[in-house]
């Protein structure tokens, strides 16, 4: 009999495989007390298991396939740092020593323990955290137990046939285990924890494999070598499908490849809308690498260049000459403009470097981030701005300064790279005589201030991830509230609309550069906005394109007009669908 289950849809397509289910991280634990004769060699059984599991991981890296997304090599760094993290190691030699436990239990009690921590912080960034403690530790304890992990024993078992396509089922995955799955026959994932900002939801829709979070008790539900299948945008599995389901998801599927091929032939075709408006399509991008496969992509260049991946998983600053390096290679990648961003720490956005930058306080999304963390450590923000003058030369570079909240505090920005540019002149650097610098407009206290940032920018590029979080008092990675998270909210409209209206009044360009602006619901809307510059997930450039080249803007704009001035909420959203 057939079996429907829900879960939370965070990665799109359609999949049909057989469900193999991976054991959990659910492990039972053996526990034993040590002769006092036995602790040393139990440290060094643990600290061989320690190096055991962290080469595992480094051959998982060496794994990941070229032109993968940055944030994916990302994911295994940060794992591997804390494989040497002296909180798991020590803690848990000390339990060895003090409570003559075995490498197991004592490592279970360090977990546990640093769970409890995690737990108490009640931070949603935090609680991925805990999630990586417990990939971490759960990979030291298999090799102690000499247990297979979920991806070894896929690889060598006959009961994990994986020449077919297959759908894996677990409690949660690793970010190794997505990386070594997804170069096997893993056509979906199915988990029974996270939510859409989950590592597995993540790594999924940048490997483009459709995936299901949160899908609660999946393994009871699911059995192995049952045929499932896996709607990634609606979030459904059907276990078991009759002959009608199969046909109708297979006709599901191939309309989806063959949309996807149309796409493809969109790729080097100007984004101009039927009434003639021409609309700059750029890309969101996390390392110089990911400049490459954006064009490849169709996109004219790069809206946005997070730099805060250069200082994430260290334990030092990168100097002024590793970022030189990076900013130069990126620079020289492109082809068109590169909107690179300065440091954007804090918040959802922590980094081991940033850990001595202070603690972290009771709202870290209203507290010291983006350019107000820069502005109050000169030191790291010099580094940063000389490095980034140093290699403008080298192609078309903007600057954008994050989290802007008022004019005087872009002054004081502006005033310091002023400043710093007459150094490097001074030193006889050569740089760019113009690199623009302008603000992102992600506090609704710039949305408002717009028209005056307006007379002072070179730029405006609408963030509106973080605009739509203080707009309705949404944290955007509490999972708890994510339900209340509206981009189409009337205040996130009159704002949008504002900051656009005021960079064409001052004849400054205006991006989007938030997700709003790579999610095709929206273009329309945005279109009719008066938006002509969209910076996104490179995967959603094409997609946007096809939308641009349908529309038909000036009738577009009329309708929003229209809609914008609609004072009832009903009509406003009944308009907004009518696009
Ligand atoms: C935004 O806030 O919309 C944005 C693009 O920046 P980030 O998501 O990096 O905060
Ligand atoms: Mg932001």
């Not at 450590?377 to 954008?400: C, D, N, Y």
Request: proline share 5%.
């Amino acid at each position: 009999m057939s079996l429907w289950l829900n879960g939370i849809g965070v990665s799109r397509g359609v999949a049909i495989g057989r469900a193999q289910r991976l054991h959990g991280t659910d492990l039972e634990i053996p526990e034993r007390t040590l002769q006092v004769g036995d602790i040393e060699h139990e440290i060094t059984r643990f600290y061989g298991a320690q190096r055991r599991a962290r080469d595992e991981l480094r051959a998982v890296r060496e794994q990941i396939p070229p032109g993968t997304p940055g944030d994916i090599a990302a994911f295994i760094d940060t794992h591997l740092l804390m494989m040497d993290d002296r909180s798991i190691v020590d803690t848990t030699i000390g339990y060895i020593r003090s409570a003559q436990l075995n490498a197991e239990a004592a490592l279970k009690k360090t977990r546990d323990a640093m769970v409890a921590i995690f737990d108490q912080m009640d931070d949603p960034y935090l609680r991925t955290r805990k999630d990586d403690v417990g990939h971490v530790v759960d990979r030291i304890q298999r090799v102690l137990m000499k247990q297979a992990q979920p991806t070894a024993a896929l690889e060598g078992a006959p009961k994990f046939d994986i020449a077919e396509p297959t759908v894996i089922v677990s409690d949660d995955i690793t970010p190794a285990d997505i990386i070594l799955l997804s170069q096997q026959k893993v056509v979906a994932f199915i988990t029974e924890f996270g939510g859409p900002l989950s590592h597995t939801a993540i790594l999924a829709r940048s490997l483009g494999i459709p995936a299901i979070v949160g899908l609660r008790d999946a393994r009871k539900w699911l059995r192995d070598g049952e045929t499932v299948i896996v709607d990634g945008e609606q979030g459904h599995a059907l276990a078991a499908p009759d002959a009608e389901a199969l046909t109708f998801f297979k006709t599901k599927q191939a309309k989806l490849a063959q949309d996807r091929a149309t796409l493809q032939l969109l790729r080097d075709k100007p984004a101009i809308s039927k009434d003639g408006v021409k609309i700059r399509l750029l890309a969101n991008i996390e390392s110089p690498d990911d400049a490459i496969h954006a064009a490849e992509l169709g996109a004219e260049g790069v809206g946005l260049y997070r730099t805060e991946f250069l200082y994430m998983n260290r334990k030092d600053l990168p100097s002024e000459e590793e970022q030189f390096e990076a900013y130069a290679k990126v620079v020289s990648a492109v082809k068109g403009p590169l909107t690179i961003r300065t440091l954007d720490l804090g918040a959802d956005k922590q980094v081991d470097s940033g850990a001595r930058l202070g603690p972290t306080p009771n709202n870290p999304a209203l507290g010291l981030r983006a350019i107000r963390l820069c502005l109050k450590e000169p030191e790291l923000f010099r580094t940063q701005v000389r490095a980034l003058l140093r290699a403008s030369r080298f192609g078309e570079m903007k600057i954008m300064l994050p989290m802007i909240s008022s004019v005087a505090e872009y002054r004081q920005a502006h005033a310091f790279m002023a400043a710093t540019r007459i150094e490097l002149e001074r030193e006889g650097y050569k740089l760019a005589p113009d690199v623009p610098v302008g603000a992102m407009i992600e506090v609704p206290a710039a949305a408002l201030a717009s028209p005056m940032l307006a007379r002072e920018c070179q730029f405006f590029s609408i963030g509106t991830n973080d605009l739509i979080q203080y707009t309705l008092a949404i944290d955007r990675v509490d999972d708890e509230v994510n339900y209340l998270y509206d981009p189409l909210h009337p205040a996130v409209l009159q704002l949008i609309q504002r900051t656009i209206e005021s960079g064409v009044r001052a004849g400054i360009a205006v991006t989007m550069c938030g997700e709003m602006a790579g999610d095709v619901r929206y273009t329309r809307l945005l279109l009719g906005l008066g938006l002509t510059e969209f910076s996104m997930h490179p995967a959603n450039v094409l997609e946007i394109k096809r939308a641009v080249l349908d529309a038909d803007v000036k009738s577009l704009q009329a309708q929003v007009l229209r809609l914008l001035a609609s004072a009832d909420i009903e009509e406003q959203q009944a308009l907004i669908a009518a696009l």
